[in-house]
């Protein structure tokens, strides 16, 4: 694909709204209908999300740009993820642009991820375009929505510019917008014409020495380190010098030259020969530099400020996987290997910190949510390593002032149908929870909202499922510290153990099904202090899964009948690091998850118990 010609400079606004509210369907319309794919082409729905797990899981996890003109206006549109454990994603890339579409359902309404990221828009200044979207739905209420957007926006106090955003509604699915929801339903072009008027320019002096705020990296097997980010001032050249400086301004990181330069063009990213202030490029050359890094001609001494990022709320341990089974599955089982990635994936994502434990052997690894390190495990998993997995703990604070213990605060939204509302209402005050809002939200609904302890939601979604009939929907999104509220109540049933090593049986497993619930098959192998299932009492229960039956030459009386087992529960990753209590891990490998006990040895575990409770 050739350069398009440059007509002015670009205008560069990011997409943002809660999960699922169609962010991603928009771009791919607002791509269609510039005219940036050939009429014959073949595209993917939801074309941005091109990672693997952003298409199995139907979210968008990390941060994209991409480009098109319309009527010969240059636009940079950069995709933000939706869901609260990647709001690391959705700050940085706020420093990029200078305007932003805010989606919101017709339906839903303003939801808690909507008010997180708004908050960080309206903050930096940036001027709004509300989007209704889905206006099409059968239950949409536009007008309701716009006028509870307009609150969402006074109550984060914006001011009078902001507050007067223009209000656009929209189907990406059937590829249509409008300035009033009975209007005329035929393409993107109100859309387009409202971005032009409230969108400024991109501005710059580019006069000035080069200067540009890394803000995302990846990693490209030709070119190596890929930097994205907007020249704030200047003009960047291929080849040119340069250097890079360090957040905090102490020190250059490196000195070296852009061996690259790319901008983008749709879905693609094409070489150009220079960038001028405005414009979101890609630059390669530089192996030390890092998001938030300053890359900058050799004269200026100045780095451009970077804003800081919320800080971590929940961390969990990684170590090397040393089960009798390590060293089977996966070809990654030493602890370098596990810090070299780590440490790769702290470069890339600013909203994770990774700590190493005296030992070297475990990492501490902080991050946003469960569903953050939940991806980030997968992904080492598809790579081919093996891990153990601690239970998720959260991070507390002390305060300065009062030397008080504080902990990390969610705001939960919950839509149950009305006859679970009184069940979800007594299990999140058992955990501490603090009821702020109730309305019924129609159709025999009721939303409820609550201000709950991080620690009391690890571990909750399955209970949630069950009380809801799966009926239920969660949201959730940190909403700040405060004081410790207590203990809250952790998993009741004790946890059915294998004493022995080798591979399940039928028989064996058939005499203690009726003690509790089963996570493996006959045929899967055990091992000592394995978790195969949940014991129906508080008590742990140690059975022998690889018992055979005995055979003789002596004929039975009766037949022996076919064994049939209940089908066992068989957890996912984010599922079964909430489930296991802080005596257990969870074993990771490329062909399998597994439940262990910390301690396998069944004396040990013992002496462990009797100190614990002695001390």
């Keep these: ?228 980010g907007r020249v704030l001032e200047g003009t960047a050249k291929q080849n040119m010098q340069v250097k890079a400086i360090s957040r905090d301004g102490t020190k250059a990181l490196e000195s070296g030259r852009l061996s690259k330069l790319l901008a983008f063009r749709g879905l693609q990213r094409v070489p150009v020969e220079e960038a001028r202030a405005g414009d979101i490029v890609c630059i390669a050359g530089l192996s030390e530099a890092t998001v938030a890094d300053t890359i900058c001609a050799p004269e200026v001494t100045e780095p451009i400020p970077a804003d800081p990022i919320d800080p971590p709320t929940l961390s969990m341990t990684f170590s090397i996987n040393d089960s009798p089974l390590a060293g089977k599955e996966g070809d990654k089982v030493t602890s370098r290997l596990i810090r070299t990635r780590l440490l790769r994936e702290a470069e890339g994502n600013v909203a994770l910190d990774i700590q190493e434990s005296p030992d070297k052997e475990s990492f501490v690894v902080a991050g946003r949510g469960e569903l953050q390190l939940g991806v980030l495990i997968e992904s080492m998993r598809r790579e081919g390593y093996e891990l153990s997995i601690s239970r998720p703990q959260v991070i507390f604070q002390t305060d300065p002032n009062t030397g008080e213990t504080l902990e990390p605060i969610e705001y939960v939204q919950i839509d149950v149908d009305d006859e679970h509302s009184g069940t979800v209402m007594e299990k999140l005050q058992q955990r501490r929870g603090e009821m702020v809002d109730m309305k019924p939200s129609g159709g025999g609904k009721t939303r409820i909202a609550f201000r709950v302890p991080a620690r009391g939601l690890i571990g909750y979604m399955g209970e949630f499922m069950t009380d809801t009939r799966g009926t239920g929907l969660m949201h959730r999104v940190f909403d700040g510290y405060a004081p410790y509220r207590g203990s809250v109540p952790s998993r009741r049933n004790g946890a059915i153990i294998s004493q022995a090593n080798g591979e399940a049986t039928s028989y064996s497993l058939n005499n203690f099904e009726d003690r509790g619930t089963l996570f493996i098959d006959p045929g899967d192998t055990v091992y000592e202090g394995m978790v195969i299932g949940e014991h129906a009492r508080p008590t742990d229960l140690e059975v022998n899964p690889v018992k055979a039956k005995q055979l003789t030459n002596v004929r039975a009386s009766g037949k022996d009948e076919a064994i049939k087992l209940t089908p066992p529960v068989r957890m996912a990753l984010e599922q079964a690091m909430s489930y296991i209590a802080d005596d257990e891990l969870v074993e990771v490998t490329p062909t399998a998850i597994r439940l262990r006990k910390k301690t396998l040895d069944p004396n040990q575990r013992k002496r462990e118990q009797k100190v614990s409770k002695a001390g």
């Design 1 to 228: 694909m050739s350069e398009p010609i440059r007509e002015g400079a670009p205008r560069n606004l990011a997409i943002i709204a809660h999960v699922d509210h169609g962010k991603t369907t928009l771009v791919d319309q607002l791509l269609r209908q510039s005219g940036t794919f050939r009429e014959n082409q073949q595209i993917a729905d939801r074309a941005m999300d091109t990672n693997d797990q952003e298409r199995e899981r139907g979210i968008t996890i990390l941060a994209k740009c991409t480009s098109l003109m319309w009527n010969g206006n240059h636009i940079n549109i950069v995709d933000t993820p939706g869901h609260a454990d990647f709001g690391g994603e959705v700050e940085r890339i706020l420093n990029m642009v200078d305007g932003v579409l805010l989606l919101v359902d017709a339906a839903e309404g303003p939801m808690p991820q909507t008010k997180f990221v708004t908050m960080k828009a309206l903050a930096k200044g940036l001027k709004p375009i509300v989007v209704v979207n889905k206006a099409d739905r059968p239950d949409a209420r536009a007008w309701e929505v716009q006028e509870e957007v307009f609150d969402l926006f006074t109550a984060l106090e914006a001011d009078e510019e902001q507050l007067d955003f223009p209000t656009v509604f929209a189907s990406a699915k059937e590829g249509w917008s409008a300035m009033d929801p009975d209007g005329a339903r035929q393409d993107m072009a109100p859309l387009f014409e409202s971005i032009l008027q409230r969108v400024p320019q991109a501005s710059g002096d580019e006069t000035k020495p080069f200067k540009l705020l890394a803000t995302v990296l990846e990693a490209d097997p030709y070119l190596g380190r890929i930097l994205t």
